[in-house]
């Protein structure tokens, strides 16, 4: 063993080889002698044979769920159209009969019996990752995105696709598809309040966000959940995956492998990417629980493996285009795609609220690829409101990666609080903002259809808080830069020398093999019906079932069985630790290489390889001239603007918005009923700009605001305190806010001159009005 240890260190670093040298000694074996000794005295001599009967019992049940699994995959391939959508739908349009075919369409998912909708209420469009799996994950639950759309009484809107796309496909045609379905969802919903409320899970976040480049004033908020935006970003030590793209030499193997299939890129391969991640699952802990249990494991199992065996197909094309644009050449964050109509996709056009949801447990989108994109274009908050938008961002501390948008108990907690409050965040002014969700004081654990069980709350941020995250040094930039040279390089040579011969001896049948001889693929079809080996398990199985007899829970045979299983999450655990560090190590070494980068036509001296988008004239010209606009508006306007004025003075106070501030805001609307919802929200804004530009001349323009009759203005102060009091209990420095305001219009009201006024408010303290 200590040979072996040396003959790692070679490779290994001392953290990995210190580890190993702990989890050996922990499981290497003493003498055999001590074994049998040990055996003698622990195990019954029945319970050898009654956990061998167990043992094969479970074997044999475990193979027919592995038998079934197989032959509902090879029915879900066998259509080509497939979905596990658990709710009935409706075709509203067809994207294969766009001016720009997809192999996308829009469905109307109809409201389970029992659901009433509000016509009122905005549509919630679903779009699904088409990332290697089919339609549905959005809505395979009742606690699912879907779900709580429909709890909350909103509409429900989905985007479906077919396994194969439509030939000459493009992304940015899925994206301009987007846009299309959305507006349609939105001329069906006339009376709605707003514009359709997006979620973009995974893959189809950032197709989402396309979208909105490229019709901002269609789409309305956004969730994307899990989505990388950023791709370079991470934390050394962490996150291996964004290293891959140099590690292979760039983007060429992608291109190889669709010229073998004739121009598809099989999806199951980005799969099995996601498989690597994590072996211990993948070939040990995922398969190992439904062995051990097989009678309560296979629904569960079943219903998820429909779903994660249910493997598309892209366009060559496609998948080229999102390797060298995103996750290797990271164009997106920056504004450096440009569509074949000219359209440049700058996500700073968005003006819709933006919400990244993503998690600290997500090893495929950590942190820094769903936020680091606010650092790619912003130097400070200051800026992002200047360009009028409006981010979000909410961490879970654990979830992995699926369980973001499928996971039960964040369906019941985040996404429906998204949807309870998207009005709240459709309020809200622009900025940065943190939204916090928390359980109830005195509530459980999350319970099915009680959203009431945990509060929401908005925070403002700034820059630092996403630095704070973790995010690249400009040497890692450089690497990445470095990488991406690299890949365009390979991929110009590939095409010049050795694509001409791939694409010359590939034809329809080398194609059709190499999609149905995929590993992964295999891994599915090999225990189905198709494999004539596996025709008598259906038949053991059901002896099996009439004859089951479970080793009994005391047996010492399952705690052997439970430490072995134990050391093999260790070991693949250790070898996927092994394979990371390497990863990175040899990534660093190479690309961080002053030469390699020298001849890719970086230097250190020559600053960012990615600089920050440029702002243009005239988008300057308009921030000032929407400065001065505010400034004109500080002493004009009505009691409803002093009102909002008012309560957005103190709210700024507490430092946090919440669903109580919220809805004592909106208690303004019973008593102006003649303000319409959109009015309001847009009214909330402005004054809370107003602010931003001279807080102390809004605040002395207040009486202005209001008639000049001392019964209307008693009316407004004792409005005011009724609405601050539903608020709740007050952060002193809002109390005091309130009442410098009370007595700034107690002194107007007491008909002071003028000029006395004038005198009166110069002797207060700027800190005494601006609080």
């Not at 080509?80 to 766009?98: I, T």
């Not at 002194?747 to 609080?771: C, K, M, Q, V």
Request: with cysteine; net charge negative.
């Amino acid at each position: 063993m200590a040979q072996f240890l040396d003959q790692l260190q070679v490779l290994a670093p001392p953290k990995i080889l210190d580890e190993l040298s702990g989890r050996v000694s922990k499981v290497a074996p003493t003498t055999i002698g001590e074994h049998v000794r040990i055996w003698e005295k622990s195990v019954p001599p029945n319970a050898v044979s009654e956990y061998v009967r167990d043992f094969w019992q479970r074997s044999i049940l475990f193979l027919d769920i592995l038998r079934e699994r197989g032959n509902q995959h090879e029915d879900m391939f066998a259509h080509g159209v497939s979905s596990v959508l658990m709710y009935d739908s409706e075709l509203v349009m067809r994207g294969d009969e766009l001016s720009h075919p997809v192999n996308y369409s829009l469905l109307r998912i109809i409201p389970p019996e029992g659901v009433e909708i509000d016509a009122r209420k905005r549509p919630v469009f679903v779009i699904d990752p088409r990332a290697g799996q089919g339609p549905g994950i959005g809505g395979f639950k009742q606690l699912s995105e879907i779900g709580e759309a429909f709890r909350a009484g909103h509409p429900v809107y989905f985007a479906a696709f077919t396994a194969t796309p439509v030939e000459g496909q493009r992304i940015e045609d899925v994206a301009r598809a987007f846009t299309v379905f959305i507006e349609k969802v939105a001329e069906l919903h006339p009376d709605a309040l707003g514009k359709p409320f997006v979620f973009g899970n995974c893959q189809a976040g950032w197709h989402a966000m396309m979208a909105a480049c490229m019709r901002p004033d269609v789409v309305g908020p956004m969730v994307l959940a899990g989505t990388p935006l950023s791709y370079w970003a991470g934390v050394r030590g962490k996150n291996a995956m964004r290293y891959l793209g140099g590690w292979y030499g760039g983007s060429w193997l992608d291109r190889m492998m669709s010229d073998m299939g004739g121009g598809i890129f099989d999806a199951a391969w980005l799969v099995g990417n996601f498989d690597n991640l994590n072996p211990a699952n993948t070939f040990w802990t995922k398969q190992y629980n439904v062995w051990v249990n097989p009678e309560q494991e296979k629904d569960r199992y079943l219903q998820f493996e429909k779903w994660w065996g249910d493997f598309v197909v892209l366009r060559g094309d496609e998948m080229q285009w999102m390797v060298d644009n995103l996750f290797i050449g990271n164009r997106f964050s920056t504004g450096q795609i440009v569509t074949s109509d000219g359209t440049c996709l700058d996500m700073r056009e968005i003006k819709t609220p933006i919400v990244c949801f993503c998690s600290h447990g997500d090893n495929i989108t950590p942190p820094q690829q769903a936020l680091d994109w606010i650092l790619d274009n912003y130097q400070s908050v200051e800026e992002i409101q200047q360009c009028g938008q409006r981010i979000f961002y909410a961490i879970d501390p654990k979830v992995g990666h699926l369980a973001i948008f499928v996971g039960t108990q964040v369906a019941a907690k985040n996404h429906a609080e998204f949807i309870n409050n998207m009005e709240l965040i459709d309020a809200m002014p622009p900025g940065l903002y943190e939204i916090v969700i928390t359980a109830k004081p005195g509530s459980d654990a999350p319970t099915p259809g009680k959203a009431v069980d945990f509060d929401l709350s908005i925070e403002n941020r700034t820059l630092d808080d996403i630095r704070a995250l973790g995010c690249n040094s400009g040497q890692d930039e450089r690497e990445f830069a470095a990488a991406a040279r690299i890949s365009d390089l390979n991929n110009a040579l590939y095409q010049t020398f050795l694509q001409p011969w791939i694409k010359m001896a590939s034809g329809p049948q080398v194609a059709a093999a190499v999609v149905e001889l995929n590993p992964l693929r295999l891994g599915y079809s090999l225990p189905s019906d198709r494999n004539p080996v596996m025709r008598g398990v259906a038949s053991a199985a059901d002896y099996v079932r009439a004859q089951r007899t479970p080793a009994s829970s005391d047996n010492p045979l399952l705690a052997v069985q439970q430490n072995f299983s134990k050391s093999m999450v260790d070991a693949l655990n250790l070898y996927r630790d092994l394979r990371d560090e390497m990863v990175e190590r040899s990534f660093h070494a190479v690309y961080g290489s002053p030469l390699v980068q020298a001849a890719c036509g970086i230097s250190v001296n020559d600053g960012s390889p990615r600089p920050r988008p440029g702002t243009l004239p005239f988008v300057r010209a308009a921030a000032e001239n929407e400065k001065l606009r505010l400034k004109g508006r500080i002493a004009q306007g009505n009691v409803f603007d002093a009102a909002a004025r008012v309560l957005v003075y103190i709210g700024k106070a507490q430092h946090r918005i919440d669903e109580r501030t919220f809805d004592s805001l909106r208690k303004l609307l019973l008593a102006y009923p003649e303000v319409s919802e959109a009015d309001f929200k847009a009214t909330l804004r402005e004054q809370w700009a107003i602010l931003g530009v001279d807080e102390r001349a809004a605040i002395e323009a207040l009486p202005r605001l209001l008639p000049a009759d001392a019964a209307a203005r008693r009316a407004f102060s004792d409005l005011l305190h009724e609405t601050v009091a539903s608020i709740g209990k007050l952060r002193p420095d809002a109390q005091r806010r309130l009442g410098q305001v009370l007595e700034l219009l107690t002194d107007d009201a007491a008909g002071l001159h003028p000029e006395n006024r004038g005198e009166a408010r110069t002797n207060r303290s700027p800190a005494s009005l601006a609080g």
